[in-house]
């Protein structure tokens, strides 16, 4: 029996067309404009200054906060400027432009390290360098990691989960790391345990990705402690509370985290960018990203730089096909459309799907048939139609006794809709005006 | 890039589900308990639905257009829908005029002036055939008997229900054993072959749709099984009491609008609770209601008032019977 979440889901067409493509080295950029605000929480401090020479990895921003990350540059080259550029977000945010040094060897470098298993640091030192090195969470929601990492005296943690579900379809990203870097994916996991002293850790896949489940299943063959799941397609599986629902069968409490049932959840990007930080010091300064679309000439996998502009990415895969009406940063279910092609790639970019015309347009919305459905699909056992109900007549009290701030965005409300109705549209909206009245309450 | 970019917020993809789709889902669905009608009713059927739909298609667009001044929405299969199923509910020879009185009240009256599709609190339908019915109840009860492959245009020779005869005999003093001797066979209700409303007959007609309506996702199967299931329990607990004073579940399941309502009526999107469990609570009601109509109430059929009775509960449903948010009580331990 395969694992699963009870309540909701739905399951989207895969087009997973990019899974056989093996992770191809993206040509380093001419320029890279590095966002400062590449992460949830505060943006970091810039420290560098126009006309500056920098080296691969040197920290160009410093962590803002606790709940803030360093930015390390991508690339060798000079800081040109400090400019205002729209990033995934739409808005105009700060980044730091650096023109690569095309004699400097470092930046055209293979880098490939070997395996290395022995785990030398200790656990205070191992948290130490996640947190200077600038790693978030790469599955989307780059939250920074060594804040999820630590954990308060008084909370017991036993069960460290890794998140290769991938369950955003198109998205291949994950999958390729898997297949290409299962030793070092173990190994990060070992480092994990170890720095948290916890014995059990289990990887969840979504049964689709049978070629990444079998590989785990035999490189964790003599690992203590380390388990494969397989788990049923569904959207959303990846989704942090219902993936630990699936897994251990413990529910995070409502506004709760996983931390609170005794979980600690990361992606395997993730565990794959602490391996390299700590086994080869090497900070987050590229990641896997799926350049993917029905349209595309060659759509594939890349290591990219952060701070690449999509443009060259576009360009990798063979350009914009004619029709393309929009571009997403990350999947079709939760990834954010964005404005053009000079949006850099950021931490957490894990994908850029191009849409064409058809896909594109939102059907015109109708009046709301009672069918139920959103209720049915929806994984966190609300009622999307009251909610987008409340949010569209202001009647925001109510919505929070409704639990709309519980709702993770996922989407399936939206997506099965059969009038067309902008549910989750309604319910962000809502969701961030009640989240404003609790604060200025508080 | 040769046109403009759209800028929309996630989700970029959706499902290929509309409103349109399940409503012509439902008009499929419908086709064999239509097809049914016309060879044991004949032209009749035939007529009766022609001028509901018409009579409910244009009642529609003429209060849109020009009473409400709104968009038009006859496209989108809802009158369409209600046209057949009022003319479902009706006899085969009933009068035109009165075929588009009923259709005058399911659309504008229970339809329109409650806001239009998706904003009724009863199913327009069933509203429009019990105004006809405590309206015109004398036309409203005469059944053209069955015949087979009926061909005749003249009027047909009426009869009881086989509800109805069971009523009358049992009030009359009579017992089941004498009473099923002029009752169709359970083969011939189970095929068609009786007096009733035109889309009620055939409870294998009904079935094929309802079954047609479960595989496409149209309906689930919460409200047609419950409201069967707490129908034959019930009925059969008085059956097995006292069978020479109450008629068999199978009987009471076969005949009269208990399938057309279960699987086609009381399953209508937007008259029915949006919850699972909502649903079951609304299917027992609709049984009970029902059960105690046809066995203790005047009237030998009680489909219809039971459902647009438990209609009225739908939004306290909806309001008391939610689904569980996730996180919300704690079961899980921590190992």
Redesign the interface.
């Known amino acids: 029996m395969l694992k699963t979440f009870p ?1 909701g889901g ?1 399951h ?2 895969e087009n997973k067309i990019t899974s056989s493509k093996g992770i191809k080295r993206m040509t380093v950029p001419k320029v890279v404009n590095v966002p400062i605000a590449q992460h949830i929480g505060i943006p970091a401090e810039i420290v560098v200054d126009k006309k500056d020479k920098v080296e691969i990895g040197q920290v160009i921003a410093k962590s803002g906060g606790f709940v803030s990350s360093n930015i390390h540059a991508p690339v060798a080259g000079v800081v040109t400027k400090l400019d205002m550029i729209i990033d995934t977000s ?1 808005y105009k945010k700060q980044c730091i432009v650096i023109r690569t040094d095309a004699k400097d060897e470092a930046n055209f470098e293979e880098k490939e390290y070997p395996l290395k298993k022995n785990i030398e640091l200790e656990p205070k030192e191992i948290l130490k360098r996640i947190s200077e090195y600038g790693i978030v969470g790469l599955g989307g929601a780059t939250f920074p990691s060594h804040v999820k990492l630590n954990v308060r005296e008084d909370k ?1 943690i ?1 069960c460290l989960i890794i998140n290769g579900v991938e369950c955003e ?1 198109y998205l291949t990203a994950d999958h390729r790391l898997m297949l290409e870097k299962a030793e070092e994916i173990v190994v990060g996991i070992k480092i994990l345990m170890f720095a948290l002293k916890i014995d059990k850790a289990v990887i969840g896949i979504e049964n689709n990705k049978k070629d990444a489940i079998n590989l785990f299943k035999n490189s964790v063959k003599n690992e203590v402690g380390i388990e494969v799941a397989a788990l049923k397609v569904k959207y959303p599986q990846g989704g942090e ?1 219902q993936l630990v ?1 699936s897994i ?9 985290l996983p931390l609170d ?2 979980v600690i959840v990361h992606n395997v990007g993730t565990i794959f960018a602490i391996y390299e930080a700590i086994q080869h010091n090497k900070p987050l300064i590229e990641r896997v990203v799926t350049v993917t679309g029905k349209n595309l000439e060659n759509p594939s996998n890349f290591w990219v730089k952060i701070g690449t502009p999509i443009k060259d990415l576009i360009a990798e895969v063979g350009g ?1 096909p ?7 940063n ?1 999947g ?9 092609t000079d949006v850099p790639v950021t931490k957490g970019t894990s994908g850029i ?1 191009v ?1 064409s ?1 058809d ?5 015109e919305a ?8 959103c ?2 699909v ?6 999307p ?1 009251l909610l987008m109900n409340l949010s569209e007549k202001g009647l925001y009290e109510k919505a929070s006794n409704e ?1 709309i701030m ?1 709702c993770i ?1 996922c ?1 399936s409300c ?3 809709c ?3 109705r902008p549910l ?2 309604y319910i ?1 909206f809502g969701k961030s005006i009640v989240k404003k009245l609790e604060t200025s309450k508080n | 890039m040769s046109q403009p970019i759209i800028i929309s917020a996630s989700p970029h993809v959706h499902s290929d589900r509309t409103s349109k789709k399940l409503m012509y889902d439902v008009v499929i669905a419908l086709i064999p308990a239509f097809l049914v009608s016309l060879y044991v009713f004949g032209i009749g059927a035939f007529i009766v639905t022609a001028v509901a739909v018409i009579s409910c298609l244009l009642f529609e667009y003429l209060i849109q257009k020009f009473l409400l001044k709104t968009e038009v929405t006859i496209g989108d299969g809802s009158a369409l829908i209600t046209g057949i199923l009022l003319a479902f509910n009706l006899p085969s020879g009933l009068p035109i005029w009165m075929i588009i009185v009923g259709s005058l009240v399911a659309i504008g009256i229970a339809k329109l002036s409650f806001g239009g599709l998706g904003f009724n609190i009863f199913n327009p339908a069933l509203v429009g055939r019990v105004f006809l019915l405590v309206s015109f109840p004398v036309q409203m009860t005469m059944w053209p008997t069955a015949v087979v492959n009926n061909t005749s245009i003249a009027d047909a020779v009426t009869g009881a229900t086989p509800l109805g005869l069971i009523k009358e005999g049992l009030m009359f003093g009579d017992t089941m054993t004498n009473i099923s001797a002029d009752l169709p066979s359970n083969i011939d209700l189970f095929i068609g072959l009786t007096g009733g409303s035109i889309g009620e007959i055939s409870a294998l007609a009904l079935l094929l749709g309802g079954i047609y309506l479960i595989v496409r996702k149209v309906i689930t199967w919460h409200i047609p099984v419950t409201m069967l299931v707490t129908m034959a329990v019930m009925t059969g607990i008085f059956w097995l009491i006292n069978p020479e004073q109450y008629a068999s579940p199978l009987i009471h399941i076969l005949s009269g609008g208990a399938l057309l309502g279960a699987f086609f009526m009381a399953t209508d999107l937007v008259t029915s609770p949006m919850t699972k469990k909502g649903m079951l609570i609304f299917a027992i009601g609709i049984a009970v209601i029902t059960v105690v109509i046809r066995l203790f109430g005047a009237y030998p059929e009680g489909v219809s008032f039971a459902i647009l009775i438990m209609n009225a509960f739908v939004p306290l449903i909806n309001t008391y019977f939610k689904p569980r948010r996730f996180g919300s009580k704690i079961k899980s331990k921590i190992v």
């Open positions: 309540k739905i989207p067409p739409g017991k036993d379809p509370k629902r251990l069968k413990r529910e995070v409490p409502k506004n709760g049932v005794g914009l004619e029709g393309t009406r929009k571009l997403v990350g079709p279910m939760m990834g954010k459309a964005i404005k053009n799907l849409i015309e896909e594109a347009s939102r059907g109708k009046n709301c048939i009672r069918c139920g459905e209720v049915f929806c994984p966190m056992g609300l009622e139609h639990d519980t965005e989407g939206s997506y099965v059969p009038s067309h989750l549209d962000r």
